[in-house]
C-alpha cells in the first residue's frame, strides 16, 4: 500500500509518526528521513523489563508472547518509542526511507 498526503509547513518542526492500530509503521523525527518498519515485534517483552531500571506493571505473558495488558489504553508514549530504542537485540527494525 502507497499513501500520499501533502503534509502541512508547520509540521516539519514537528516529529511525525504512522501507525496501523497501536503499532507503529513509520516515523519522521525533525531534520531526520522517514524510516519504515522492516522488521515487526516477535513480542518477547524485554523492551518492557527493566526499562529504566524496573518492569512494566502492565506486562502480561500471553502463552508465548508478552502484551501490554493496557491494550488500546496503552500511553501513546509506548507505542511511538521502538522497542530498539529500549532493548539491544530488538526484533523490530526501522530503515531510512529512499526519497
Known amino acids: 500500500m502507497k499513501i500520499e ?4 509547513d508547520w509540521a516539519d518542526e514537528r ?6 492500530g497501536i503499532e507503529l509503521l513509520a516515523f519522521k523525527h525533525v531534520d531526520e528521513a522517514w524510516k519504515i518498519k522492516t522488521s515487526r515485534c516477535t513480542m518477547c517483552g524485554n523492551c518492557c523489563r527493566n526499562f529504566k ?5 502492565h ?8 502484551v501490554c495488558g493496557l491494550g488500546l489504553a496503552r500511553p501513546i ?4 518509542s521502538a522497542g530498539s530504542s529500549r532493548y539491544e537485540g530488538c ?3 526501522f530503515e531510512v526511507v529512499n526519497g
Open 5 to 8: 498526503i501533502e503534509i502541512p
Open 15 to 20: 516529529h511525525i509518526y504512522v501507525f496501523a
Open 53 to 57: 531500571g524496573v518492569d512494566c506493571e
Open 59 to 66: 506486562l502480561k505473558q500471553d502463552g508465548t508472547r508478552w
Open 77 to 80: 508514549s509506548c507505542s511511538f
Open 91 to 93: 526484533s523490530e527494525k
